[in-house]
C-alpha cells in the first residue's frame, strides 16, 4: 500500500528486538504482570508498528494483495487510535489485552515486511 506522500520512508526497527518484544508481551502468564511492564511494553510495540507501517510496501490499489494490506492498515490505525488506547484510567486486565492486540498487530506487519522484502530480494537477483 502506499503510503501519503507527507511520510518519509522509515527504516523497520531491529528484527531481533521487535521479536523479544513480540514474544514478551504473547507469552504465558500465571498471573498479570505489573502494569508499568505492560505499559513499557506496549509503548515499545506501538513504536514498531507506527515504525513498519510508515515502510513503503508498494501494493497496488489494484492488486489482490493490496486489500489484505488496506485492511491490515485500517485495523491497525483503528488500535492505535487515541480513545482505543490504553491509558491510566483503563483497567489493568485491558492494557493487557491491547498490549497483546498491539503485538499480533505487529507482528502481521513485521511478517508483511519480510515478504515484501523477501520477494524484493528475488527481483534484484533475476
Request: glycine share 4%; no cysteine; aromatic share 8%.
Amino acid at each position: 500500500m502506499n503510503r501519503p506522500a507527507d511520510r518519509t520512508e522509515v527504516e523497520p526497527p531491529d528484527l531481533d528486538t521487535v521479536q523479544r518484544d513480540v514474544d514478551h508481551a504473547l507469552s504465558r502468564r500465571i498471573e498479570l504482570p505489573p502494569r508499568s511492564v505492560i505499559d513499557a511494553g506496549t509503548d515499545a510495540l506501538v513504536q514498531h508498528l507506527t515504525r513498519f507501517m510508515d515502510y513503503d510496501y508498494g501494493h497496488d490499489e489494484q492488486e489482490s494483495g493490496g486489500i489484505a494490506v488496506r485492511t491490515l492498515y485500517r485495523v491497525a490505525e483503528r488500535n492505535l487510535d487515541v480513545p482505543v488506547r490504553s491509558h491510566s484510567q483503563t483497567s489493568h486486565r485491558a492494557a493487557y489485552t491491547y498490549w497483546h492486540t498491539v503485538a499480533t498487530l505487529t507482528s502481521a506487519f513485521r511478517d508483511l515486511y519480510l515478504t515484501h522484502r523477501r520477494h524484493g530480494d528475488q527481483e534484484t537477483s533475476t
